[in-house]
C-alpha cells in the first residue's frame, strides 16, 4: 500500500515579485495582461516552507518576493478595510502603517492568521491616494481617520 505523492519541493524557477507588483520571469516582464492579473490574485504564503508561491490549479511556484508578497488594492474609509491583491479583504491595522525604506511607499501588515506577527503588504499609488484622502489637520497634527479610528501621522 503506497501513499500518493505529495507536490514536488519548492525550488525557485526565476519568477520574481518586485516592489511595483510586477511579475518577471528570467528577467522578462509578463506581456500578457491576463497571465499576470491571475498569478497576482494566485499569491500565497505557505507558512510551514516560510515561502511565497504562486499557486494555479494543482501547479505552484515558488516566487522570489522584493519587498511585499501582496497588495494593497482599495481602502474602504468606512468599514477600515482593504482589498488585497489576492482578492481578499481585511481590516487595516492603523498602528501597522510604515513607510518603505526603499522609496517611502506605504506599507502595511496582514495575513496575520497565517504568521505571527503577519506579513508585509504594499499599497499602490491608488490605494496610498486613497488613504491618503481621509488624513484630516488636528491640532496634534496630521490625523488619519479609518473605521472610526484615529492615528497621528507624525511618525510617518
Not at 42 to 67: A, M
Amino acid at each position: 500500500m503506497s501513499s500518493a505523492p505529495g507536490p514536488p519541493p519548492l525550488r525557485p524557477f526565476g519568477l520574481v515579485l518586485d516592489r511595483a507588483g510586477r511579475f518577471t520571469h528570467e528577467g522578462q516582464l509578463f506581456a500578457n495582461r491576463k497571465l499576470r492579473a491571475l498569478f497576482e490574485r494566485s499569491v500565497v504564503y505557505l507558512p510551514d516552507e516560510g515561502k511565497y508561491v504562486v499557486k494555479v490549479g494543482r501547479f505552484r511556484g515558488e516566487i522570489e518576493v522584493e519587498e511585499a508578497g501582496f497588495f494593497v488594492r482599495s481602502v474602504d474609509a468606512a468599514s477600515g478595510t482593504v482589498v488585497l491583491s489576492d482578492r481578499s479583504e481585511e481590516a487595516l491595522d492603523l498602528s501597522s502603517l510604515r513607510p518603505s525604506p526603499h522609496d517611502g511607499a506605504l506599507l502595511c501588515t496582514v495575513k496575520r492568521n497565517l504568521i505571527d506577527g503577519g506579513l508585509p503588504a504594499r499599497f499602490t499609488q491608488t490605494a496610498q491616494a486613497e488613504l491618503l484622502l481621509q488624513v484630516e489637520d488636528a491640532p496634534e497634527g496630521p490625523v488619519l481617520q479609518m473605521g472610526g479610528l484615529r492615528r497621528v501621522l507624525d511618525a510617518l
